[in-house]
């Protein structure tokens, strides 16, 4: 995630809000990335460790009416065919506390759903596979088992509630490693973990040598749709096309270049602009005292 430093705070609400629209498009493009079966597979095989083929996956419902007739939206939720077997997928970029309670109430909510389609017999419940992405730079200090959240004493233990979900902590994983695995949701937390717009440029080149022919295209449309905000998505396409015959190393400096110049210009105006206001509310306090 990057880091921004706000110079005043109209500037700040500024780059807030880009961020806040940032955050949205990157969490929308990793619920798409999971609603490809192919991706879903490999996620479940590197990060999980479970080998389930892409023709025993199918993507189930993911609302649930509760019993407040509230719907309730879970990111992505698949079904092992011909089993009751179900894997559900939470992203998240924030840290958030309530997280064991969400996961139990999906969990609930799902299986009643399940066994009000598939008509199942009142004492069999589905089994349920909680995932949790997470792509913060906040260290993730939540429970990871609803229990740990119960205040019991130690002879109540056996009766607490005991649901873990699995949490993929991107913070937990190396550059080179998921530069190494090369799919697409461990292209997306490579790009999360970078910190700046050089270490962005270096991990998009990185994965586009990388990449095939179908995967350039995914790569090329994420970096104009989740990077605009951030990145000259223009700049970036020149150089991992090779549009211009000089060395790698020359583009990259250059881009930094451009990028440094850019931010002294938005610095310069953004000290301007608050320089204007500063005089304006001076103006308005000046009349008030006169």
């Known amino acids: 995630m990057y880091q921004f430093h706000f110079v005043n705070e109209k500037e700040n609400e ?32 590197h990060f999980i460790g479970l080998e389930v083929k892409v023709s025993e996956l199918q993507r189930y419902n993911n609302e649930f009416i509760n019993n407040r007739y509230e719907k309730r939206i879970a ?51 589905p089994l349920i596979v909680p995932i949790v992405i997470y792509t913060g730079m906040k260290k993730w200090t939540v429970s990871e088992n609803f229990s740990d959240t119960q205040k019991v004493e130690e002879r109540y233990k056996e009766y607490a509630i005991n649901l873990k979900y699995k949490l993929i902590d991107i913070n937990k994983y190396s550059k080179e490693e998921l530069t190494n695995k090369n799919t697409k949701m461990t292209s997306m937390m490579l790009l999360e973990k970078c910190i700046n717009q050089d270490e962005t440029i270096e991990a998009i080149i990185k994965l586009w040598k990388k990449a095939n022919n179908t995967r350039k295209e995914w790569l090329e449309n994420l970096i104009k749709y989740a990077y605009s905000q951030v990145l000259s998505s223009k700049e970036i396409l020149e150089l991992i096309y090779g549009k211009e015959k000089i060395p790698m190393e020359d583009w990259i400096e250059r881009m930094k270049a451009s990028r440094r110049r850019e931010n002294r210009e938005l610095k310069k105006k953004a000290i301007k602009e608050g320089m204007e206001v500063g005089i304006r509310e001076g103006k308005k306090q000046g009349i008030k005292e006169g």
Not at 16 to 44: I, N, P, Y
Request: positive net charge.
């Open 75 to 125: 990111d992505i939720i698949y079904k092992e065919k011909e089993k009751d077997i179900y894997y559900l997928v939470e992203h998240q970029s924030k840290v958030d506390f309530k997280m064991p309670q969400r996961i139990l109430e999906y969990c609930m909510e799902l299986m009643k759903e399940v066994k009000k389609n598939q008509n199942l017999k009142y004492h069999t419940n």
């Open 14 to 45: 500024i780059i807030g809000t880009a961020s806040k629209v940032k955050m949205q498009q990157h969490d929308k493009t990793f619920k798409e990335v999971l609603k490809d079966k192919k991706e879903m597979s490999k996620f479940l095989k």
